[in-house]
């Protein structure tokens, strides 16, 4: 079975902040890695697929990189709606990372 | 524009079978190359991916419930289904359903949810 770590499990920004989020699998899996964006009560939205292909809708300040084991997700500058957790996802046994909470500082 | 509603019983006794449904609108859901998923969320943590099915009936599930799961399709009614049997209170969740699209790489199909139901509760309590 794949793993999936997520860190930090939780971080404290402020609006404008630059933002990075770390997904780590527990082998390789080239790029197969999601990335989904939940707020309370509701349900997950994708952000990221294939590890770097922004989704047709999300803002352009959400970007994704990384292959093989280690994943990065990166708000380039943070903003109000964009507290909410995060979730990496592998998309080869589709198994989710622990999420990020990202909380105002 | 695709929308996906989970429907079913809120509360399951310890031992039974849960059921829920997944209604597709805006779209067919035998269009496209779509599989379609279920995935569950235990009230304050994370997702688990519970599995999906292809419109021909081909499905994949989470090795870690596989004895326990089925999902199907019938699309007559533009629906898929999630039955998990043998409930405990371990299975007490949010369940959401779910659009996988998927997109061609050098050697595999990346897939992703794209399209989320707003997801239903169900408890499981004598």
């Known amino acids: 079975d794949i793993q999936m770590t997520q860190s930090p499990s939780s971080l404290s920004a402020s609006v404008g902040d630059r933002v990075t989020i770390t997904c780590r699998a527990s082998q390789s899996i080239s790029s197969y890695l999601n990335w989904y964006q939940q707020k309370p009560g509701k349900a997950p939205k994708l952000l990221i697929y294939?590890?770097?292909s922004l989704q047709s809708g999300v803002p352009s300040r959400f970007s994704g990189s990384g292959s093989g084991t280690d994943f990065t997700l990166t708000i380039s500058s943070l903003q109000p709606e964009d507290f909410a957790t995060y979730y990496c996802?592998?998309?080869?046994?589709?198994?989710f990372g622990p999420g990020t909470k990202v909380d105002i500082k | 524009q695709v929308q996906l509603q989970e429907s079913g019983p809120g509360l399951v006794k310890p031992s039974q079978t849960l059921s829920l449904t997944c209604t597709v609108s805006?779209?067919?859901?035998?269009?496209?190359?779509?599989?379609w998923s279920w995935i569950r969320q235990p009230a304050g943590k994370g997702l688990e991916w519970i599995g999906r099915?292809?419109?021909?009936?081909?499905?994949n599930y989470n090795p870690s419930l596989k004895s326990r799961v089925t999902i199907s399709v019938d699309t007559s009614k533009n629906q898929f289904s999630l039955k998990l049997s043998s409930v405990t209170a371990a299975d007490t969740a949010v369940y959401y359903c779910?659009?996988?699209?998927?997109?061609?790489?050098?050697?595999?199909?990346?897939?992703?949810?794209?399209?989320w139901g707003k997801g239903t509760t169900v408890t499981v309590s004598s």
């Open positions: 294939a590890a770097s």
């Open positions: 099915i292809y419109t021909s009936g081909s499905t």
């Open positions: 805006g779209g067919s859901i035998s269009s496209g190359s779509y599989y």
């Open positions: 779910a659009r996988s699209d998927m997109v061609r790489g050098i050697r595999h199909y990346y897939y992703y949810m794209d399209v």
């Open positions: 996802q592998q998309s080869w046994e589709f198994t």
